[in-house]
């Protein structure tokens, strides 16, 4: 079974071969990645591990009671991730694309809401600043020296 | 009386100054007689904001939910996964 967190590069090829069936003509992948905003050279995530899990669980469970017909995977990368490089991946597979696409955007801003996941920017001079879920950094007092 | 683990998460974790504790609260107590309690214990985090989010045994939790000797209450600063 595949794991939900990991500290490596997320295998895009790995999670689709969770979904993927003869019976599912249309797949849905969302890739979040770690943006270069500025002198940002990567982010570090952290978890609240065995919540996010169990909560992982709970939103694929949430997505499979409204799509039945639906396969939806996802897995999060945590740690010290590059500009570039993927944060997390979901892949959700239907008989149609409908359905797909649906699980598939459900998944993501249900991670949103409720996975214990935080990120720390990391910047050029070796700063980091927390991010709060609106994009900004928080107050400049709080910022790591 | 009733001995309730705490945990801190991320800029929390850093405000505490630790990433878990336990603390004592009269019961019956919510999990807003947790927060004000570890306000007293943790100076650092009475820079938290009045109404933090928190789990309660693993689960997002209202600050009016009844907690019990045991039990765990993990403060969650903002979230920010995906």
Known sequence: MMMHLTRHPIEVNDLLAQVQGPERGGTCMFLGTVRNDGDITGIDYSAYEAMAFSEIERILGDAQDRWPDARVMLQHRLGLIPVGEASIAIAAAAPHRDHAFAACRFVIEEVKKRLPIWKKEMHADGSGIWVDPSGKPVAEGLRDR | ?82
């Open chain 2, 1 to 82: 009386m009733g001995k309730i683990s705490v945990r801190f998460f991320a800029r929390y974790a850093e405000l505490a100054g630790c990433n878990w504790s336990a603390v004592n609260v009269e019961t019956p107590a919510t999990v807003a007689d947790v927060i004000a309690r570890v306000r007293e214990v943790f100076p650092g985090t009475r820079e938290l904001p009045p109404k933090p989010l928190a789990a309660l045994n693993q689960r997002q939790a209202k600050l009016e939910t009844p907690v019990r000797d045991g039990d765990e209450v993990a403060l969650l600063p903002p979230l920010s996964g995906g």
